[in-house]
């Protein structure tokens, strides 16, 4: 879903894209080609068809990743550290940094 200073309609905005998986980083690419999606400068979100996962690559040039399955963040913050990243995440209403 496109959004935030997305350049594009606005009949474009804000409604769900279904994509397949594969499908995804030839999306993005052409996004960013065509000059609708611009990253670190506007709002795109992928989530998945049942909504258990969206991740928002934001316009402040963050990644979030939200989702109720405490599996799938264990699974994910150690590739993300390995990868340079840091990151948060809300326990009991408080953002924490993530402790590994």
């Excluded at 960013?32 to 316009?59: K, M, W």
Aim: proline content about 4%.
């Amino acid at each position: 879903m496109y959004g935030w200073a997305c350049k594009l309609d606005i009949d474009e905005l804000w409604k769900d894209i279904p994509i397949a998986i594969d499908g995804l980083g030839q999306f993005i690419q052409q996004s960013i080609e065509r000059g609708g999606y611009n990253p670190a400068r506007s709002d795109l979100f992928i989530q998945t068809e049942d909504g258990v996962v969206q991740f928002l690559l934001c316009h402040e040039s963050d990644i979030h990743l939200k989702t109720e399955s405490s599996e799938l963040l264990q699974e994910v913050k150690p590739h993300w550290v390995s990868q340079g990243y840091r990151g948060y995440e809300k326990l009991k209403g408080e953002w924490k940094p993530w402790d590994l």
